[in-house]
């Protein structure tokens, strides 16, 4: 049942470039059009939407985050991103004409479920992007998108995180077109590039081994920091709750910028960090990401660097670099995100814990 795997999650990791081929399956129709089978809610009511709001918990959360600079950069409607436990509580502006996304692998979580209630007797439309047939929260909302991961299993989420990230590009580019702020032969440039993207995890899924080595040397560490930007910081942000909960090791997230304004100060001697090193066509992105990883080391750190192939800048000032294929920088954490599932998986596996049960939590989390 594992395929020959020791655990779940890395039977799921593993499984990846086939859910986001299945996520992308039968979304464009002969034409060259965007279509989305569970839509539900016509063209009108989408050229209405003048707001988007994510709700969401933990890995979807983060899906969430990269789905507000997808949405806003294709279709040009502000995005609000938000923990779906802190939504209902601050009295959230909404109407008619705000769209609702509540993202969810289960289907299932209290929190999100509860946000989405509020939404509607608010008069907000609702769409969920959910992996669970049948669940609640899809039952409750307007239309779903749902995702093709298949039934997830390992309590840390992988090939659900991949196929929301899908969904959520569909969902922009979807809203792109209906609204008419894209063109057709853009929108169909960016479905290639998913198109090619199951075949690119692949080539980072086959790297495998060098990631494995790189944990076998962080048995004894006790604190990781995760820097990224732009659609990086996410990333960052996934990579360091991956660490948490797998391998109960302190690990945070941060947006590179933010580093001069106080975690700086958290560099000493040896600290690993972890960097996720925007695409080198985002030139000022990718300049500024470098000089933040120039500072970080020169206080100490040791730099562990996910860098585009054939980006060289970089190469002076990392202590390990690891390779990740070439993706437009809106994409990349469809790449950037499985080098640190495959290294929270290992650590996690060399320190004795159990990786598809870790301590203290639950698959679906269905108490508020
Ligand atoms: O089923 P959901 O997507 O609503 O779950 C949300 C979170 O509970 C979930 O992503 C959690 O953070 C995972 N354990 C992360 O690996």
Known sequence: EKDGHDWFMRKEIHEQPRAVADSLLGRRTPEGHLHLDEMRLSDQELRDVDKVIIIACGTSFYAGMVAKY??????????????????????PILDYSTLVVAIS???????????????RTQRSKVLAICNTNGSTIPRESDAVIYTHAGPEIGVASTKGFLTQLVACYLLALYLA????????DEIDQVMRQLEAIPEQVQRVLDDAPAIYEMAADHIDTRSV?????????????????????????????FAAGELKHGPIALIEDGLPVLCVVPPAGRDQLRDKMVSGIQEVRARGARTICLVEDGDDAITPYADVIIRLPRVPVLLQPLVAVVPLQLFACELATLMGHDVDQPRNLAKSVTVE
């Open 70 to 91: 997808a949405i806003e950069h294709w279709t040009r409607v502000p995005v609000e991103v938000e923990l779906a436990s802190e939504f209902r509580y601050r009295d």
């Open 105 to 119: 692998q289960s289907g299932e979580t209290a929190d999100t479920l509860q946000a989405i209630r509020h939404a």
């Open 177 to 184: 077109q209906v609204k008419g702020t894209r063109y057709g």
């Open 225 to 253: 920091l995760f820097l990224g930007r732009h659609a990086g910081y996410p990333v960052a942000l996934e990579g360091a709750l991956k660490l948490k909960e797998l391998a109960y090791i302190h690990a945070e997230g």
